[in-house]
């Protein structure tokens, strides 16, 4: 048994990474050339709806399909309710987001939002109507067939907006090609998922269900509204063009997060469900995620903030230059993300929802504190005020972790110590030898090379666990 979930574990990471990495280049490659193409205003525009259509995602995604995985006793008629009720909700979502859309271009004052709502809307019906699969596939570990679909879907998606951006849709691209999308990952879960609902509702079942899963949607809910608070504001107060540099960096600041954030967030959680009754083994798995996370994640993070100018400027031109301060800042946000996903889903997973939605409420009323103290300042203080937030948000999952699952803040603290050392002195090197190269295209190469060789050549000196966790993730194939 536990060498079966060991081997399901380890491919389920596998191929997760593999989707996310997959996705995050497909989208960083498409990104680039829609950049070039598309205006800072267009990007503006989508990312003032981006509030109401993440949390309209929210209340169709998180709760139902997190409680599905959890519950060990799961039916045939479970899965056909929440089918059901996801329908509903979809439906509903999109009737209330298309009759808003006036409301909406009149809060901004930008009247094509009006048209635009209810287009980029649709696909609230189409996720939908796909949940249930999803939750299907990742209750199996069936991760491999959904990095298939996602990427297949990523790259019809890219496809179709670079053919509508260089044919002059402008912004309806990115509406368009989003539609396109979303109904071609719907055709694939429904074809590969081999399931059929039953003609059944129960009211039991979405009880037992609703318990569980209202309180971890009420906790994701706190934190999207949170995360595209900052959007809602700056659409507000200063001029679309600024939003869209804000979108941009922030887009590219969460494209290594996001791959390490979706990989952790799908896999880890089913896992620590497993042993969830064996603390010994929780805690350990606990620490060789920690480990492992932040050995990878955090040199990246700073890989980016000490190339970030080079990589605007190439990729995108200099028209986005506005890019690179808030690029570099955050990514000194971001980079604390996985670190409390891992908090968060091992105190989900033995059942703490009561605790974690607790938190999240602490966390954002700090964060949205700090937000309006910000304000005033402009963009960039509003930027360093999320690094606060992230940083001291962390500590908050650290403390309650110890003090619900009885493991050690310094404990903790010292698997991220080590990762955060050889980071630090990786861009010092990198910085410096990358200063006198004029050209961005060879600073991002050599800067690159050096800054991940500086890294584990320092990780391989002291003798670090994180790089034997990283060989044993290599090399398990042999072992199982």
Request: hydrophobic share 55%; proline share 3%; net charge positive.
């Amino acid at each position: 048994m536990a060498a079966s979930l060991q081997r399901k574990a380890f491919w389920g990471m596998v191929w997760n990474f593999a989707e996310s990495f997959s996705l995050q280049i497909i989208q960083f490659i498409i990104g680039i050339f829609m950049a070039r193409i598309l205006q800072p205003s267009d990007y503006g525009m989508v990312g003032m709806l981006s509030i109401f259509l993440t949390i309209s995602n929210m209340l169709i995604t998180s709760g139902f399909y997190r409680a599905l995985i959890q519950k060990k006793d799961r039916t045939a008629i479970d899965y056909s309710t929440v089918f059901y009720f996801n329908i509903v909700v979809g439906i509903i979502l999109y009737l209330v987001l298309f009759f808003s859309s006036p409301y909406i271009a009149l809060f901004y004052n930008v009247p094509i939002l009006e048209d635009l709502t209810k287009v980029i809307a649709i696909p609230l019906i189409l996720n939908s109507l796909s949940q249930v699969q999803n939750a299907k596939f990742a209750i199996e570990m069936n991760f491999k067939m959904l990095a298939k679909i996602s990427i297949i879907t990523a790259i019809i998606t890219g496809i179709s907006s670079l053919y509508m951006a260089y044919s002059g849709f402008g912004v309806w691209s990115i509406a368009y090609s989003s539609v396109i999308g979303e109904s071609s990952r719907c055709i694939l879960l429904w074809f590969f998922a081999n399931w059929i609902p039953l003609w059944k509702f129960s009211w039991k079942s979405f009880k037992e269900l609703f318990s569980f899963g209202f309180k971890i949607f009420m906790s994701a809910m706190i934190d999207t509204i949170y995360n595209n608070l900052y959007i809602l504001v700056i659409g507000k107060k200063f001029v679309a063009t600024e939003l869209g540099y804000y979108t941009r960096a922030n887009g590219y600041a969460q494209l290594p997060v996001a791959t390490f954030n979706n990989a952790l967030s799908k896999v880890t959680f089913p896992m620590f469900c497993e042993v969830q009754k064996d603390d010994e083994r929780m805690i350990l798995l606990y620490h060789k995620l920690l480990r492992f996370t932040a050995f990878i994640i955090f040199p990246i993070m700073m890989l980016f903030i000490v190339l970030a100018r080079p990589l605007i400027l190439f990729m995108i031109t200099d028209k986005w230059e506005s890019c690179v301060i808030l690029l570099q800042i955050l990514c000194l946000s971001y980079i604390w993300h996985p670190v409390q996903i891992i908090n968060i889903n091992m105190l989900e997973a033995k059942g703490f929802i009561n605790i974690t939605l607790k938190l999240e409420i602490v966390k954002k009323c700090l964060g949205v504190l700090v937000l309006f103290v910000t304000i005033p300042l402009g963009i960039v203080s509003m930027c360093i005020g999320l690094i606060v937030v992230s940083f001291t948000s962390t500590l908050i999952n650290i403390y309650f972790t110890r003090k619900m699952v009885n493991i050690g803040i310094l404990s903790q603290a010292k698997d991220l110590c080590s990762p955060l050392f050889y980071s630090f002195f990786m861009i010092v090197i990198t910085y410096f030898a990358t200063s006198l190269i004029p050209q961005n295209g060879l600073k991002i190469f050599v800067g690159g090379l050096i800054g991940i060789v500086t890294y584990f050549f320092v990780a391989y000196l002291f003798r670090s666990k994180e790089l034997q966790y990283l060989f044993e993730f290599i090399n398990k194939k042999k072992s199982i």
